[in-house]
């Protein structure tokens, strides 16, 4: 491990990307070159781009608070990885170089020569504040509270309540389903269609929202429903 | 035993973190348990006018950390519970004085001398909540029956999460029993739908607390104030004694649903 890191200015922050190797050299490295360059970081945004390593909550916390103690802002964290993408996304990091709310331009997902998994699966609550961006499908074993916001390239399946802000085919997909055992987001979008939920709330019952002629509808879910 | 350090938390203002932290710490030291409650909102420390300190502060947290003065010189003793102790909040500095690090240094070095630490947390999820939950081996949520303080709550609980503190417990403060029973308030099991964790106490509205909270006298403190009974029985749950809950809310229905969530241990 030799030499500065490679940092690059983008719009709102800086961008380092660490090299392979051992965590706790990398890190070493990542302050070092900090240290170094003096008040260049101060009160900087420092996005990371980590490729796959695998980091947890513990990890990027901890690295949050040395940086923190430089002035430097920990903003965001890039990786090909789900597991440290929902890491970082607890911590309340962004895990793309776009700002959050990404409705017409979808540059956040990667592109599709990129690898990743089909899909992911998450068995949590998804509180408030938590964001899940995957570029295919993604699964919720869990409850989806208001306040959270999933954003998936292809389906979006809930086996729970979906109270949540939920984007399926956000790269503009309009086969994209969105299903769940109860389906009452905050908002509802596939591709470019926008939806609220009604307010009547009779029994509840799994429904699959699609697009139908054109329309953005809801239906009862019967395994089928997508023929 | 080495001290349990618990924070108090809540994300929105206003729900009463401080008068839930001031009960708490005056309810486990009436049982004779050594008490340190800590305020944590460095710049807007109210926790010892709830508990009637204010004139006794010469040292507070900051000196602390900063090294001005020694740990023992800026912890308060109470004028009614001798086990009951207050470490102020410094009112003329902000939350960036002091560290994660600090916190949990400062909790180490009074560990041996306490049974509690309770830590006041601030409002917000920025610098000050990271300070306060920093050496939290127990976490409390605080919430009211009320959609935007559950909201506040739900994120609160995620970043608690994060943390690796979890899993937190819930306080249901300021339930008003009549409009529970109108439907005009969001019951319990409402609250415990969306949240889906454990409950340690369900607080009723009562006037008595604000008298108390003027006064500098915590509720906790008058056997008869219904809410100090709350406050009571949270802290007994803290011991690990099994106390059923009052039944707040009043009828059957909602009793039996809360009861059972609370079996369930709020895995929903």
């Known amino acids: 491990m030799t030499g500065p890191l490679p940092i690059k200015g983008v719009r709102d922050g800086l961008l380092v990307t660490l090299p392979d190797g051992a965590w706790h050299d990398v890190r070493a490295t990542l302050l070092a070159t900090i240290d170094a360059r003096g008040d260049f970081f101060r009160g900087a945004r420092l996005a990371l781009r980590m490729d796959d390593r695998a980091l947890g909550a513990a990890e990027l916390g901890s690295l949050r608070d040395l940086l923190a103690e430089r002035d430097t802002a920990l903003w965001a964290v890039l990786s090909s990885l789900p597991s440290t993408r929902a890491a970082a996304a607890d911590l309340g990091l962004q895990t793309t170089l776009t700002s959050s709310s990404s409705s017409e331009d979808d540059e956040g997902l990667p592109e599709s020569e990129e690898e990743f998994p089909q899909a992911v699966f998450l068995q949590r609550t998804l509180r408030s504040g938590q964001s899940v961006r995957h570029p295919g499908h993604v699964v919720v074993l869990g409850d989806v509270n208001p306040g959270a916001e999933i954003v998936a390239g292809g389906h979006v399946l809930v086996w729970g309540r979906l109270r949540g802000v939920v984007h399926a085919g956000a790269a503009g997909d309009a086969n994209a389903t969105v299903a769940a055992l109860d389906l009452a987001p905050t908002q509802l979008r596939i591709a470019g269609y926008i939806a609220v939920s009604p307010q009547k709330r009779g029994t509840v019952r799994p429904e699959v929202a699609l697009i139908r002629d054109g329309h953005l509808v809801a239906e009862p879910w019967e395994g089928d429903a997508r023929r | ?268």
């Open chain 2, 1 to 268: 035993m080495p001290a349990k350090v618990v924070t108090i938390t809540s994300g929105k203002g206003g729900v009463g973190k401080t008068t839930a932290t001031a009960n708490i710490g005056v309810a486990l030291a009436s049982a004779g348990a050594r008490v340190v409650c800590l305020d944590a909102d460095i710049g807007l420390r109210n926790l010892d006018v709830v508990m009637g300190l204010e004139n006794r502060i010469v040292y507070d947290l900051v000196d602390v950390v900063e090294g001005r003065c020694k740990l023992r010189q800026a912890l308060i003793k109470d004028k009614r519970l001798p086990e009951l102790h207050l470490i102020p909040a410094a009112q003329t500095r902000d939350k960036t004085a002091v560290s994660p690090k600090d916190m949990v240094r400062l909790a180490e070095e009074m560990r041996p001398e306490f049974d509690w630490i309770l830590i006041d947390s601030p409002a917000g999820i920025e610098r000050g909540f990271r300070n306060a939950v920093a050496p939290a081996d127990i976490v409390l949520i605080v919430t009211n029956p009320e959609v935007s303080a559950v909201r506040d709550a739900d994120r609160i609980i995620g970043l608690v999460e994060a943390e690796e503190k979890g899993p937190a417990k819930l306080i249901l403060n300021r339930v008003k029993p009549e409009m529970v029973r109108r439907g005009d308030m969001l019951a319990t099991a409402d609250v415990l739908e969306v949240l889906a964790i454990e409950l340690i106490g369900v607080v009723p509205e009562d006037d008595t607390v604000l008298v108390a909270s003027n006064h500098g006298s915590p509720a906790a403190l008058d056997g008869k104030s219904r809410a100090g009974r709350a406050f009571r029985d949270i802290a007994r749950r803290l011991n690990g004694e099994t106390v059923p809950f009052e039944d707040v809310e009043g009828g059957d229905g909602l009793f039996g649903r809360l009861a059972r969530m609370v079996r369930q241990g709020g895995q929903v």
